[in-house]
């Protein structure tokens, strides 16, 4: 049966569910993304003879935000977390593994779950082995990748949307898309329509942001930055923010990074994919040989 990641535990910062999950920054979801939740169910849940209780799900699911319009699913994502922590505690128990809990930050020790999870892991996961010669291969094939930070200059027109609220960002979009088609055709009244239309601060200033570095704006704005020629209006780009117009209007690429400066970072990414790889495999081959009943682990919110 195929795993699919779900949200993470908001309270102590771990998949409880997925800790094979990528947990890198969170990638906005549209609302019409998400498919219809299954429907609720008052059957046990049971796992390998245990079961969950149901009040355990409702108060998990406080931890699994979804988009309002799809609350099922918040009760559906509590559920599999829950079965998956069962399944991680059974799995250590038969193990014989004994909770060691660490200090994760000044006074806060993990709880005996929490460690028996973690070590459970680092058993089931080896370390790899890492070749060097492979990743400068890897580095030499995608110097663009590895450079130091770059700078822009730009300007943008913010149509603000929730993006849990699908009729506001559809408004949004037409309001942006509107805008941006009037400045394909009378460009230099970028800043007239931001100090008309802008959500942003900058909307006082016509627009104009000062100097941006590398990471300074969300993925999908430093994106566009990468993508617009210099004096380039783009057209309206989707943020967790809501709805931008992008002006680039000055860009300096970032220097190449020597090898020996990026290895780290390509030592921790080659460890962590394998991690991932290797935790993927082990929660798989552990539910195909788990007996779970009255709920389908492989259920997704979102379409693949």
């Not at 943008?156 to 805008?179: E, G, R, T, W, Y």
């Not at 921790?268 to 290797?278: G, P, T, V, Y």
Request: glycine fraction near 6%; charge should be negative; charged fraction near 25%.
């Amino acid at each position: 049966m195929k795993v699919i990641p779900i949200q993470p535990d908001n309270r102590t910062g771990q998949n409880v569910s997925n800790p094979a999950q990528n947990s890198g920054d969170q990638t906005y979801l549209d609302p019409q993304m998400y498919m219809d939740p299954p429907p609720k169910s008052d059957k046990p849940i049971v796992v390998n003879g245990e079961k969950i209780d149901l009040q355990d799900i409702a108060l998990e699911a406080q931890n699994h935000p979804m988009p309002q319009h799809k609350p099922g699913w918040a009760w559906h994502a509590a559920a599999q977390a829950l079965v998956w922590r069962r399944l991680f505690l059974q799995e250590a128990k038969r193990r014989q593994i004994q909770a060691e809990p660490v200090e994760l930050q000044p006074g806060r020790l993990e709880t005996s779950e929490e460690a028996l999870i973690r070590q459970l892991f680092e058993e089931a996961t080896p370390e790899v082995h890492i070749d060097e010669a492979d990743l400068r291969a890897h580095y030499e094939q995608n110097t663009d990748r590895y450079r130091g930070p770059s700078l822009y200059e730009a300007a943008h027109i913010l149509f603000m949307a929730d993006p849990k609220d699908p009729n506001a960002c559809a408004q949004a979009k037409q309001k942006a898309q509107a805008v941006y088609e009037e400045l394909l055709h009378q460009p230099k009244r970028f800043a007239h329509m931001a100090k008309e239309h802008s959500d942003c601060p900058s909307a006082s200033d016509g627009g104009l942001m000062g100097q941006i570095s590398t990471g300074d704006v969300v993925p999908e704005f430093e994106a566009s930055l990468r993508t617009l020629e210099v004096g380039e209006i783009g057209k309206p780009v989707q943020s967790r923010y809501g709805y931008h117009i992008i002006r680039l209007d000055h860009r300096a690429i970032g220097q190449p990074l020597p090898f020996e400066t990026v290895l780290p970072q390509l030592r921790e990414a080659k460890e962590k994919a394998h991690w991932i790889r290797a935790s993927k495999a082990f929660m798989n081959d552990l539910l195909e040989r788990s007996e779970v009943i009255g709920i389908d682990m492989g259920l997704s919110p979102w379409y693949e």
